[in-house]
């Protein structure tokens, strides 16, 4: 069973830095892709950023030269927050691609405030 746990939101001011942390278990073959997409109230998911299992990168165009997503042994996603804005309020969840199936983390808050 594939099971992913996220880690390292929590509460930030403007300007501020946060990394979060996805680790993948109950995987047997490398991932695709992994990635990141976020959720605020009352607006639908969107994906901020993603990774393939061959390195390549994709991120939204609100967060382009502040975050960096990256990968360790195909079973966990960072995502290096810089710069925060207080627009980047959110669940941010994890999401990996195995063998054509998607599989989600439960979220992990994320708020940009003084």
């Known amino acids: 069973q594939v099971q992913l746990v996220e880690s390292g939101g929590g509460l930030v001011q403007p300007g501020g830095s946060l990394r979060l942390s996805c680790a993948a278990s109950?995987?047997?073959?490398?991932?695709?892709?992994m990635g990141w997409y976020r959720q605020a109230p009352g607006k639908e998911r969107e994906l901020v950023a993603a990774?393939?299992?061959?390195?390549?990168t994709n991120y939204a165009d609100s967060v382009k030269g502040r975050f960096t997503i990256s990968m360790d042994n195909a079973k966990t996603v960072y995502l290096q927050m810089n710069s925060l804005k207080p627009e980047d309020t959110a669940v941010y969840y994890c999401?990996?691609?195995?063998?054509?199936?998607?599989?989600w983390g439960q979220g992990t808050q994320v708020t940009v405030s003084s």
């Open positions: 999401n990996v691609v195995v063998a054509g199936k998607g599989y």
């Open positions: 109950g995987i047997i073959f490398t991932p695709n892709e």
């Open positions: 990774i393939t299992r061959f390195g390549s």
